[in-house]
């Protein structure tokens, strides 16, 4: 190969180098979007039957999760109520419920998958939860 062919080729690979963003951006921006893939599954089996299609709940019978003010500034809340269950008197964007859920059975990075996907989704925006950081609320 003539040098100037070389040095052509090597221009070429740096121009690639440089296009992409950096692996870092790549691997944070998969790594939610992969985990609230897998929540929505979890979602759908586990939740969707009483907080229905898009999380906006039963009037007066079943809490919303979209937007839910309950846990917006305490996610602790969220994985207490999962986890533990919950009975009686909660008030929830205004409204008030006299219900009962039974713990539900998921593993922390389940727990964590299925929160990035309902605050992450219809309107919501929130940074990803770990595995780490449920087990820390536990
Ligand atoms: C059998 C029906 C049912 C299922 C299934 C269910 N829930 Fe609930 N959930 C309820 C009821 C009823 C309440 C309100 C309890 C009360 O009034 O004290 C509630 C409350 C909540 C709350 C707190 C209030 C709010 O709206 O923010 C969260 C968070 C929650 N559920 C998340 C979930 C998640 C996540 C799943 C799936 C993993 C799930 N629930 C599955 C019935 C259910």
């Known amino acids: 190969m003539d040098i100037r062919l070389k040095k052509n080729v090597l ?49 007066r019978a079943f809490p919303p999760l979209a937007n839910s003010d309950y846990f917006e500034d305490d996610i602790s809340k969220a994985v207490e109520a999962i986890s533990n269950g919950l009975e009686g008197e909660i008030v929830v964007n205004n409204e008030t419920y006299y219900g009962l859920m039974d713990p539900i059975k998921l593993s922390n990075q389940e727990l964590a998958d299925v929160l990035n996907y309902i605050r992450n989704s219809w309107g919501g925006k929130a940074t990803e939860l770990t595995a780490n950081d449920i087990e820390k609320m536990r």
């Open 11 to 59: 221009g070429l690979l740096v121009a690639i180098l440089i296009s992409c963003p950096p692996v870092s951006q790549v691997m944070a921006q998969s790594s939610l979007e992969s985990s609230m893939t897998r929540g929505k599954l979890i979602y759908r089996n586990e939740c969707m039957i009483c907080h229905a299609g898009n999380g906006e709940g039963l009037v």
